[in-house]
């Protein structure tokens, strides 16, 4: 069965500080992975992984992706309150017709001043 | 461009009642994904359609809970005869057609739906 395991479940960090986030994943015929950040609202699309070694970034935050060792990190530097929300790991299997992605269970990062 | 419109935005209804809820892809956009978030719970996928078609509904509870997407209009997620259980954010997301590029669904506000 198709699934996405992203750790820790939850973490509380400082202002400043830096911090890894882990998807790991086992999906039949891997297409695609993506990060999404949730505040308490609708998930943002922040990253789109599709080769592996190739570091995406925007800002602060960067991704990249192992598809030997099947699994990603969401790096964030600097951390601000402002990055306080639930990231979220999906991924797309190559499935013909069907676009469906799996979803991790998101990691709930807290970013204290 | 607007994005992905869902409405309403809050519904409250009484237990028995039916809820309707609506969602306009992005311009452009034929998939249609819907989502339900039960509070501190991940995203549970629920229902994938195109155009007049349902590709995938293996998140559906079988009773009670139907979804379209007509050729004209919005997608439509239908609960009937809704239990407290139901009551969560439902959102929807869209993304255009099959690409291997576009993997990536945008999502509506969501519709926060309460039941009492």
């Known amino acids: 069965e198709d699934k996405v395991v992203q750790s820790p479940l939850s973490l509380v960090v400082h202002e400043g500080d830096t911090v890894t986030l882990n998807c790991s994943y086992e999906?039949?015929?891997?297409?695609?992975l993506l990060w999404y950040k949730q505040e308490k609202k609708a998930p943002t699309f922040l990253f789109m992984l599709?080769?592996s070694g190739i570091e995406k970034k925007s800002g602060r935050l960067s991704s990249i992706l192992d598809k030997k060792e099947l699994f990603s990190i969401l790096n964030i530097t600097a951390t601000q309150t402002g990055d306080s929300a639930i990231y979220l790991c999906?991924?797309?299997?190559?499935?013909?017709?069907?676009?469906?992605?799996?979803w991790g269970l998101g990691t709930s990062l807290a970013v204290n001043p | 461009n607007a994005g992905v419109m869902q409405n309403p935005r809050h519904l409250v209804r009484r237990r028995g009642q039916e809820a309707r809820l609506r969602c306009s892809p992005m311009?452009?956009?034929?998939?249609v994904y819907w989502y339900r978030q039960l509070p501190e719970e991940g995203l549970k996928f629920m229902v994938y359609?195109?155009?007049?078609?349902?590709?995938?509904e293996s998140g559906m509870p079988k009773e009670r809970f139907s979804a379209e997407f007509p050729k004209e209009g919005p997608s439509i997620l239908r609960i009937q005869q809704v239990v407290r259980g139901d009551s969560a954010a439902y959102f929807c997301?869209?993304?255009?057609?099959?690409?291997?590029?576009?993997?990536?669904?945008?999502f509506g506000p969501g519709t926060r739906l309460t039941v009492l």
């Open positions: 997301a869209s993304s255009p057609r099959p690409n291997p590029s576009t993997d990536t669904q945008y």
């Open positions: 311009k452009g956009h034929s998939h």
């Open positions: 359609l195109q155009k007049e078609n349902i590709i995938d």
């Open positions: 999906v039949t015929n891997f297409r695609s």
């Open positions: 599709t080769s």
């Open positions: 999906a991924v797309a299997p190559n499935a013909g017709n069907n676009r469906k992605l799996i």
